[in-house]
């Protein structure tokens, strides 16, 4: 059987689309974790002015994923369920970043193996933000001790948007 372009676009969209909010999803989680090693280096030996900041800031930005879970484990006491979550999550990444076309590359050949492969996305997509989950509450009592005031982050933000 043949499938015609605008049939294949329509099975493909939602993977696609999924595929970027999955990839956005990581790097919120990513982030969450630079803000928290920066506050924690700056708790531990700050205060710092911007200059400063934003040196520990673009160091830790620079770390990969697993560098930056590693590096939050050793300085905070997590729970091993957590534990577990995150390396879900960094597994997770990791397969969404590095294998997913490679090592799916014949499910999108068929409806039944795309519609697989949406699954599977969803799946990884659900432990990334697991992790995130995990972590960003941690990032927000930070923040909020910091004197940054997250509601009012948010909400700016959120109108920029709308």
């Known amino acids: 059987m ?4 605008d049939q294949l676009s329509e099975e493909l969209s939602p993977i696609f689309i999924n595929v970027g909010m999955a990839l ?4 919120f989680f990513e982030q969450s ?11 531990s030996n700050g205060p710092y002015d911007d200059t400063e900041f934003d ?3 673009s160091k830790e930005g620079r ?11 050793a300085k905070l006491q997590i729970q091993n369920d957590a ?19 490679q090592e799916s590359w014949d499910l999108f050949t068929t409806a039944t193996g795309r519609a697989q492969v949406g699954e ?7 432990e990334v933000r697991n992790g995130y989950e995990i972590i960003d509450p941690i990032v927000v009592r930070i923040l909020n ?11 700016e933000a959120g109108e920029k948007f709308e």
């Not at 974790?33 to 708790?43: F, G, K, P, Q, T």
């Not at 770390?63 to 484990?73: A, D, E, F, P, Q």
């Open 2 to 5: 043949v499938i015609k372009n």
């Open 24 to 27: 956005k999803d990581i790097q």
């Open 33 to 43: 974790l630079v803000v928290l090693l920066s506050m924690i280096d700056e708790a």
């Open 55 to 57: 040196r520990i800031y």
């Open 63 to 73: 770390k990969t994923l697993g560098r930056l879970i590693k590096s939050t484990r």
């Open 83 to 101: 534990i577990i979550v995150l390396d879900r999550a960094l597994e997770a990444r990791n397969f969404l970043v590095h294998r997913l076309f």
């Open 120 to 126: 599977l996305v969803s799946q990884k997509r659900s």
């Open 145 to 155: 001790a910091s004197g940054v005031n997250v509601e009012t982050l948010t909400k």
